[in-house]
């Protein structure tokens, strides 16, 4: 019998850059939301066994299963080896360039999955059971001109494709397929929320499939890491435009809402948003990779998502760049191994994270110092996010990790503060841009004063989360950053070794120590784990440095995907799923052993 929640792990990603879907090892489609990825889902078996609904296509009697996206795509393929036969499931979006779309009828929304029995005779059971809104509403299900299925449900319609006939019951479809070497069949799920769908054309799904390929393989080529670790980079990569919402460039945290920080814990939290704080991160992984055109797009976003509330800035905004998202819990859902509660938005949203304005800044220097133009409104947003800083940096705040347990003086957050004056200094001498600099300078130098003061601790020689508090993994960022001390300075290696010391298994670190106002525990923290390895590659210890990052790369899924945290005992993954600041990370930690090996190597060759 199948396991009710399978680990996260056994999830595969694919989507077209407005939503995305779940696949599971097994050939189970468990989540999807339409049209976009912060919709209620229509398959949401993940959340709940029971309610939520999903797509399976199984194999009877399987012996082996084999998956993998074809090379430099986000195509999935399945091998079943049953004992009869042998099968390949193929799920993918058809993703098109704008010339080809003219060309070709295609839904706004289209999943294809694609059967072909490569060898012997194999039976296939397939069941679609859609069920909108998070499993709570049965849609309506008629069938017409033999193998199309039309869903409706409020105002929303869904066309489904069979090449096979499939059974009705009610509102299910159900079937059992027979398929011998060389047989096919296909299956396609379209939808549109604007306008009548599109049906789906099954003498063009090969055409769909090779164009797929090769949108895929063109864009990965594109990446420009050329170091040992190309693989993994490339596949973060293309995750991250898999999670990336096309027609506004904003790139989500996760695709998915309450997957456990613990199984049956309460920390589940709905990342499909965008989170500004991921802006730094994103643009420089963007722009190191070269691919310019992707980071345009994210500051473009981040200007017009922060129109409405410049100069304050929300911590996270939608796709479309609303700040306005209310926290709800849905009681009646059972959660992914029972995890409760299901919550649907983010109170977060609410939070002042005084760390936000100067890793927005520090983004849009990133992104100058790579060659793009800043332009007149760009400074004006600036200026305001620096004037904020400095009306605002002496007020306790709910910190990086957004804690509920109450505002507290987060040396993180003051650090941030001041990286991001510094940063807009630079800039304006730069452009010739005239900006208060003098008032700019004052409030850094108070800034440095306060976290010299109040922000180290003696016995350790490092800096701690809070005034008289412990260490905390995002000090990890006084390494990753030149405005502030370098490197080399021994309050920084004094924080780094406090982290290793007090946070860390090996290659994996915690966040923090501290109560954060929840109960229970949470898994290692994937991101701090790859500013380890960052901080150690700029403190000159390269060995340690790539050994740990060997060590994460072996933890990846089978597919090379991160969710947000590990369990070290036993190495499970934990949160949601797939996580975009774990492949941030990853492909910044590459990017900086890369510039420390090159910087080494030249070192060495100037000392011959």
Known sequence: MACPYPPITDYALIG??????????TGSLDWLCLPRFDTDPVFSRLLDADLGGSWTIVPEDIVRIHRAYRPRTNVLDTTFTTTTGQLRLTDFFPALHEHQKTRFPLAQTLLLRRLRCLSGRVAVAVTIRLRPRFGRQTPELRSFAGHWYQYGWGHSQAILFASRPLEQRGALLLGTLVLEAGQSADFALAYADEAPVELPVPQLFDTFERLTVDYWTEWALRCGYTGPYREAVERSALVLKLLTYAPSGAIVAAPTT??????????????????????????????????????????????????????????????????????????????????????VGNAAARQFQLDVYGEVIDALARYRLFGRPLDREVYRFLRGLAEVIVRRWREPDDGIWEVRSGRVHHVHSKVMALVGLRHLERLAILDGVRLPLERYRRAAEEIERWLVTYGVDPARNAFVATPGGEPDAALLWLALQDVFLSPEHPWVIGTVEAIQRELAHQELVFRYHRDDGLAGPEGAFLICSFWLVEALARLGRLDQAHEYFTRLLARASDLGLYAEEIDPRTGEHLGNFPQAFSHIGLISAALALEEASTSSTSLRLAAN
């Open 16 to 25: 077209d850059g407005r939503t995305a879907a779940l696949v599971s090892r």
């Open 258 to 343: 309450s997957l456990p920080e613990w199984p049956g814990g309460p920390r589940n939290w709905d990342y499909r948003y965008c989170w500004l704080r991921d802006a730094a991160f994103t643009v420089r992984s963007l722009l190191g990779l070269g691919y310019h055109e992707e980071a345009d797009a994210f500051v473009d976003w981040i200007l017009h998502a922060t129109r409405l509330t410049q100069p304050e800035l929300h911590v996270l905004y939608t796709v479309y760049g609303e700040p306005d998202i209310p926290e709800r819990l849905l009681v009646d859902l059972d959660g992914y191994r029972s995890s409760r509660p299901v919550r």
